[in-house]
């Protein structure tokens, strides 16, 4: 796409979370709205929009961070009541085809987690919300 020095071509270098709506968007993927939440503590203020996100039929929510750079994929959200939350997390490294979900989850590479230990709360995070709406949606950062 002519974003990145020539050497990142056929590297074993990462894209984060930016990089990927971008692609999205290039090869005609699901559009990707970026949503940036500048420290992990304030994900809890940014729940209600990741539900609605989800209930309005909005695919899973790419995850990257500067000082926590474990990525996630975000596949629902739990809210509980009072400030109890939960997201659940898919591990993007998962690879092969798993017998069952269980063995997923066994394995570790999905599962539900509250939110305040999921996240670091001084890594500022992207969030790269897809959607397949047929209305194009330019990429954004909140």
């Known amino acids: 796409m002519g974003d990145k020095p020539p050497g990142f071509r056929g590297s074993r270098s990462w894209i984060g979370c930016v ?15 970026l949503c940036h939440v500048p420290r992990g503590a304030g ?13 309005g039929g909005g695919g899973p929510v790419m995850v990257g961070g ?5 990525s996630k994929a975000l596949l629902g959200v739990c809210l509980g009541p009072g ?6 997390v898919l591990d993007p490294h998962c690879w092969g ?4 979900p269980s063995e997923l989850q066994a394995a570790g590479w999905v ?11 001084n890594s500022f995070y ?16 909140d």
């Open 43 to 55: 994900l809890q203020g940014e729940l209600e929009r990741i539900y609605s996100h989800f209930a």
């Open 83 to 88: 400030t109890e939350a939960y997201v659940l």
């Open 126 to 141: 992207n969030l790269c919300l897809t959607s397949c709406n047929s209305k194009k949606q330019l990429p954004t950062l």
């Open 19 to 33: 990089e990927a709506s971008l692609c999205l968007d290039h090869f005609g993927g699901p559009q990707g709205r």
């Open 97 to 100: 085809a798993p017998k069952n």
């Open 66 to 70: 500067d000082a926590d750079a474990r």
């Open 111 to 121: 599962g539900w987690r509250e939110v305040s230990t999921a996240f670091d709360p």
